[in-house]
Every structure is written in C-alpha cells, then in structure tokens.
C-alpha cells in the first residue's frame, strides 16, 4: 500500500515546556497552518518560513489562536476557518526548534527516501497550505541532499502505514534556526 500524502510537519512528542505562544501581526501576507515551519520576524511577531532555506526558523505552529486568543474554527473565534488568514493578527503555539528535538515530516512529491539517506540534509519547501483541510503544505525539498542544511534526516517513523519510497514519514531535527548555533555542517 502506497504511503499517503500528508505534507506539514509536527513535532515527534508534544512537550509543552518547549512550546511558546508567538503574536502574528496583522501585515502578515500569508495564510498561516497548523504543521507551517515560522521564522521570526519584526516586534517579537512570526510568520510562515518563505523559499526553500528559512534563516530565522523558531519553530513549528502546533496551534493558532485568532487575535482574541480563541482557537481558529472554534464557535467564539473570529475566523470560521481552520487556519489564521492572511491579514489578520493572531496567535501560533510554536513547537521551538531547539538543538536535538525531533520533528516529523515527509519529502516533497516525487521523492523517494531511502535507508541511505539517514543523517542526509535537506532543506524545507514552503509550499501552500489547503484552506479546506487546514493542512499545512510545508515538506523536506529532497531535491539536494547533503547540499542543504536546513533540517538533518533522523530516519523512518517506524509505523505498519510507513514505508520508505514517496510520502514516507521522516524524523528529522532542524540543522539552522534562531535557537540554536549553526548545526551540523551539509552532507554526512
């Protein structure tokens, strides 16, 4: 059975002690998802990681609130929606990126991970959230191995529905971000 299709990445193991809630301010031109890697940005605010090799990367959106602090698509929320619009200020929960912490991720469309490509690096591709599922489009760009920095591949999420070939579930740790030194240098 062929792995599925679920781009945006999570954080292996949810520790809320290394979770902190960031403000997204309202210039913000993105929409903003649930599984979206963000990067710092200015007066303390985040916003979804652009191009292919964040540079400020603080972490992953575990949730987002509206400006009142109300679950998006909750009943009370300001927005009906599963995500934070564009253009509008709110709240991520970010999942930090600190040194070590692993992450869970798949490979952009048309790349197969393999065995091999264990303690590899990979950069991140922000591709575009769905507005209808809420999903994050965020993966790993696979497309230079050990020329990119950005996120250090752990291995395979061991699971009976993961295979390793397209869409397979990787862990991995970010390499580069605000909250750490520069990581471990490209290739293995």
């Not at 929320?77 to 869970?104: D, E, M, N, V, W």
């Not at 291995?155 to 970010?174: A, Q, R, T």
Request: net charge negative.
């Amino acid at each position: 059975m062929p792995n599925a299709d679920r781009p945006g990445f999570m954080p292996a193991d949810r520790k809320p002690s290394e979770e902190l809630l960031f403000k997204i301010d309202a210039s913000n031109s993105t929409n903003v998802f649930v599984g979206d890697v963000m990067d710092s940005n200015a007066a303390g605010s985040v916003r979804p990681a652009a191009g292919s090799a964040p540079t400020q990367t603080i972490g992953v959106v575990v949730a987002l609130y509206d400006a009142n602090n109300v679950p998006v698509g909750a009943p009370n929320s300001i927005h009906s929606t599963k995500y934070l619009p564009s253009g509008y200020a709110g709240y991520a929960l970010i999942a930090l990126a600190l040194p070590g912490r692993r992450f869970i991720g798949q490979a952009i469309t048309g790349k197969t991970p393999a065995a091999a490509d264990v303690f590899a690096t990979s950069d991140i591709t922000a591709g575009t959230g769905d507005t209808v599922t809420g999903r994050s489009g965020h993966e790993l760009t696979y497309t230079a191995l050990n020329t990119e920095g950005q996120c250090f591949i752990l291995g395979k999420v061991d699971s009976p529905d993961n295979e390793w070939g397209e869409y397979c579930k990787l862990y991995f740790c970010f390499n580069e971000g605000q909250l750490m030194g520069t990581g471990k240098s490209v290739g293995v």
